[in-house]
């Protein structure tokens, strides 16, 4: 995975979860030894189709994970337990820099995006938040693609305007899920970076910098 790259720093994101009153629960950035695969730490990667491309970066003093897809579908996943009650506001930085030509969420045969940031919860439902090529922005619409899972999708970021650019997301998890599915939030089981490009035969290319989850919006 990217074996042209030599010394690559490697993410290690860990959960540091605090007390009742603690002003935040923080999904952090640290700095390990990359390894063979590039695969932060605690997390794992998943292979729908194709090859995955992984890599730990540092960008302006930034960490970060890249992800690259050549017609390709993969993501890095892992388990956390997260109360919305106590830390609803979730954010995180991602850079886009080769949209998949023609992707567009809305449809089967071009549902690919450069970078989705994906949120399960315990009652198998699921919010991605994701930057399409296609799609405008603020689209939130149903995605569910696999049966008895249900995918809600919400157009965070949309075609090439803040491409090449380290872009800043807070979304407020609890009351996105509320308006997605009419009900409230359980907790937070699981989280998931993903890319792919299989559908369109296309190149996808983006970068994810810290993820946390907070109990105030930055």
């Known amino acids: 995975m990217n074996g042209g790259v030599r010394a690559l720093l ?36 998943k292979v ?16 970060c994970v890249h992800l690259k897809s050549h017609s390709s579908s ?13 830390t609803p506001y979730l954010s995180w930085s991602w850079k886009v820099t080769r949209l998949p030509a023609g992707g567009d969420f809305r449809k089967a045969a071009t549902d690919d995006q450069a970078a989705q940031v994906l949120v399960a919860f315990t009652d198998r439902r699921v919010l991605s938040y994701i930057w399409d090529s296609s799609a405008p922005k603020g689209t939130a619409r149903s995605a569910s693609t696999i049966p008895l899972v249900h ?12 491409a090449n650019r380290w872009v800043g997301e807070t979304r407020n998890v609890a ?7 009419g009900r409230p939030a359980p907790p937070v089981k699981g989280l998931r970076l ?21 109990s105030a919006p930055e």
């Open 10 to 45: 490697y993410l290690a994101f860990a959960l540091i979860f605090q007390g009742r009153t603690s002003a935040l629960s923080v999904i952090a950035l640290g700095v390990a030894n990359p390894g063979a695969s590039g695969v932060p730490s605690g997390w794992q990667i």
């Open 194 to 214: 993903q890319i792919n490009s299989q559908h369109t035969g296309s190149l996808a290319e983006s970068y994810f910098g810290e993820v946390a989850f907070r």
């Open 74 to 86: 993969f993501s890095l996943e892992r388990s956390v337990e997260v109360d919305l009650a106590e």
């Open 175 to 181: 009351a996105d899920y509320e308006r997605s599915f």
């Open 151 to 162: 995918v809600f999708a919400v157009v965070c970021e949309s075609g090439a305007e803040e």
């Open 48 to 63: 729908n189709h194709g090859k995955p491309e992984v890599s730990g970066c540092n960008e302006a003093d930034r960490l």
